[in-house]
């Protein structure tokens, strides 16, 4: 199972599954950058 988490605007800004937490980091509406708890970084 996983949880979200969600800014004033409706942007998810977090992912919690497995015990692994992702946040992403956004230009506006669109999602530019995901980072993951080992560090790995994807765009």
Do not use: P
């Given at each position: 199972m996983a949880s979200f988490g969600?800014?004033?605007?409706?942007?998810?800004y977090s992912k919690t599954e497995a015990g692994a937490t992702t946040s992403y980091l956004y230009d506006g509406q669109n999602a530019v950058q995901e980072k993951s708890e080992q560090q790995s970084i994807r765009s």
């Open positions: 969600y800014d004033a605007l409706g942007r998810r």
